[in-house]
């Protein structure tokens, strides 16, 4: 029997009648995880029908070494950049806005970026990115992105500006700033795309990564801006006031949509075509998040009318596109998941408690009533990634790396689900 014939005996994913390249009915159950008939394979059989009972003594560290190098290298080249750009970025803020400006903005940044990071955090549960990569976007967005951003407007501006015919306040605020800000934050997904494919291989990655660097960005200008307002005004508590109202409870996700369209559309080609594609789609995911960026800055006296009748709606759009994509991944998880059980690596009961929102939860209430609820949830993540790496597996990108990651995957399932059970 080759990779590509259906199982014998019963069919339990609903394979077609057979043929050259047959197609489980359920293969793709949403547009997130398409996958074309050339590109579909068996999950490999487990041909004891049974998890091994431990990892192989030198498995783990080859897989993890494999794994780890372009999250340690981005990790490595952040704190790089970070220390440096500090010495462009830390003397301009306490410049304009002194030390008691520079403290009081600080705190106040905490609250909007802390709203933004729980969106993430809810956003990025189902499959959790590397800590390392999410400190990597943080750390691009509030110190490298504010560096290149100040290194590169003054040139922008001198070719630019004249082209533009604007007058420079008016260039300044509605073209120099969405163009230049969001080229450098969207360089950090650039790089996150580059040095860390397996982990930005689709829109949810996207948002993520796009989220948190620009929850960083946004800290950061805030910074500035709280501290300026109470450093310049005649009366700073009400010039802070008014500034923190309009920016950190009417706006803290304006940078966040802006760049998460950027996130979104790199990780959509990502998933549909490679890096080639993805690269491309840098440029590509630029516009939106410019012209957005260059519509909020361009509200004036009606500010008030266009939030509510533009920016509000734009904001509930994006609030529904995740809840699809989330919906899309759940679906994406338990398609794949099932592949894997009729190869005999799960059972049905097991499908559904990794691959569903109740599941999980009925799972981790079981497993902290017997103190594993630890071992539960690595067990949880392991299987999301083994089936997300199926996805990539399917859509006939780099397969032979990608199946030998899912041999280390299989591997690593097996031993903690021996944690779990006991």
Known sequence: MTMNEPPPG???????????????????????????PEHYRRAPANSQSRFQPALPAALPAVANGRRSAGVVGLALAGGFLAFFSL?????????????????????????????????????????????????????????????????????????????????????????????VEEFAKSLGLLMLLLFAPKHFDGPVDGVVFAFTIAA???????????????????????????????????????????TGTTGLIMGLAARRGGTGLAVLAFAVGLVPAILLHSGWNRMGPDFLAQYVLVQVPIFLLAVLVIVLLRVAERRLTRQRLREYAAAGWFTAAEVEAFATTGGR???????????????MQALLHAATRLAFTRQ????????????RDEQYQLAEIAALRAAVVG
């Open 392 to 403: 990539r597996i399917l859509s006939g990108r780099d397969v032979p790396a990608h199946q």
């Open 10 to 36: 019963p069919d339990p994913l609903g394979y077609r009648a057979p043929g050259k390249l047959p197609l489980p009915q359920q293969a793709n159950p949403t547009w997130l995880g398409h996958v074309q």
């Open 361 to 375: 939860r009925a799972a981790l209430r079981w497993a902290r009533s017997v103190g594993r609820a630890a071992q």
């Open 87 to 179: 010495f462009l970025v830390l003397p301009f803020l306490l410049g304009r806005t002194g030390i008691a400006g520079f403290a009081i903005g600080f705190m106040a940044s905490l609250v909007p970026l802390g709203t933004v990071l729980l969106a993430v955090r809810f956003i990025d549960r189902w499959e959790p990115e590397p800590r390392p990569l999410l400190v990597f976007a943080f750390v691009w967005g509030s110190v490298v992105s504010i560096a290149v951003t100040m290194l590169i407007q003054p040139y922008f501006s001198l070719v630019a500006g004249p082209a533009s015919g604007l007058d420079y306040a008016t260039f300044a605020v509605t073209v120099q700033a969405p163009v």
């Open 216 to 258: 960083g960005f946004a800290f950061t200008e805030n910074i500035l801006y709280f501290g300026r307002a109470i450093a310049e005004s005649s009366d700073a508590g009400t010039g802070f006031a008014v500034v923190f109202f309009l920016r950190g409870v009417m706006s803290p996700f304006a940078h966040a949509i802006f």
